[in-house]
């Protein structure tokens, strides 16, 4: 198929590819979208092709004004109300009682929908002229790492979507915060850049959902899309927990041709092929928006293996830990 590359100055193009029932890959500042009109479950299923999406892993509806939610949810509760009010437009997004007319393949025939009300100019704008909830999952071939980047998401999905929207680099670089809003209080499914601690500021009783909180395997994931291999790039990824300075000087020593690490910019002098940086280490916020596209950048290198040092999992660290401790299933090392 052919791919149109759209200009954000020439969005019109993207919301007729809408329209016509095609896909858009359009930037957030979360990751990537492709994305096709929620309300159209013939183009809904068109982005499971693209991506080689399993059925029953939900969509997310984005919108890009708060009027739009009606159209998907009659259980727009005070909670939900609420959050929306603090931090949308934004990287969160709401599960809320879907209504009927929202496609099952929109929610994967769960009864709930997911509502994200994204912040970044170009993907509001481009909702807004598509005249429609844009259903979306990140833009990327599933078990894949999601893109952050045009150029990543361009050499990914080229000639298997509709249209692709050019934007910058991604504000957050991980995926929105996923709460279920359905309960007696907010429940994180998937952490992300708003954090629990953000969250209980005006919720106290917020909670992470129990599968977040243990490692091991759990029968019932908290979302979905959670159960599935996922952020995996082709290099074997490896977690290293200790003293990160002790974890610079050891791989000054060992790090092999083939292999490379990440880094945070305080704790190593200077950075080279294989020695990739993770930004400032006082703010993983840093670390968040790099690393999907350093993951993707160590594939591009042909590396065999990559080292990441583990951090805590706190704050938007939970995000960032939740998503590692899938790229390298399970596989870490002690310093
Ligand atoms: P992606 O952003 O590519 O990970 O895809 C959207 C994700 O949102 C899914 O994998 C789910 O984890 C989550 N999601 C969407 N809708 C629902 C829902 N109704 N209930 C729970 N999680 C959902
Ligand atoms: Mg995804």
Do not use: W
């Not at 009300?117 to 170009?122: L, M, S, T």
């Amino acid at each position: 198929m052919e791919t149109i590359f759209i200009s954000p100055a020439e969005m019109e193009t993207a919301a007729k590819l809408i329209q016509m029932g095609e896909t858009v890959v359009f930037p957030t500042e979360t990751v990537y979208g492709l994305g096709a009109d929620a309300f159209n479950p013939d183009a809904v299923l068109k982005i499971f092709k693209a991506k080689n999406r399993p059925a029953d892993n939900p969509l997310i509806a984005h919108i890009s004004s708060l009027d739009m939610i009606d159209s998907l949810t009659s259980d727009f509760n005070p909670m939900a109300q609420k959050l929306a009010e603090v931090f949308m437009p934004g990287p969160i997004t709401l599960i809320l009682n879907k209504k009927p007319g929202v496609p099952d393949a929109v929610t994967a025939g769960l009864s709930t929908v997911g509502v994200r009300f994204p912040k970044n100019e170009i993907a509001r704008k481009f909702i807004s002229l598509a005249n429609t909830p844009i259903a979306a999952p990140s833009a990327n071939i599933s078990g894949t790492v999601s893109a952050t980047t045009y150029a990543d998401v361009k050499r990914e999905l080229s000639g298997r979507v509709g249209g692709m929207i050019e934007g910058e680099d991604c504000e957050f670089g991980i995926e929105s915060t996923v709460v279920d809003v359905t309960k007696a209080a907010p429940v994180i499914l998937r952490p992300g850049s708003i954090t629990l601690e953000m969250l209980q500021s005006v919720f106290p009783d917020a909670s992470l959902h129990p599968s977040l909180l243990s490692d091991a395997a759990v029968e019932k994931p908290a979302s979905p899309g959670m159960k599935y291999l996922h952020y995996t790039p082709k290099a074997e990824v490896i977690l290293v927990y200790g003293d990160r300075k002790k974890i610079a000087a050891y791989f000054e020593e060992h790090l092999q041709s083939e292999e490379c690490i990440l880094l945070f910019r305080e704790e190593f002098q200077s950075f080279s092929k294989n020695k990739l940086s993770l930004g400032s280490a006082s703010d993983l916020n840093d670390m968040a928006r790099r690393i999907f596209k350093r993951l993707k950048q160590v594939d591009l290198l042909e590396f065999e293996r990559v080292y990441i040092p583990a951090v805590e999992e706190t704050g938007v660290g939970l995000a960032v830990m939740n998503r590692l401790k899938k790229s390298s299933g399970g596989k870490a090392m002690y310093l």
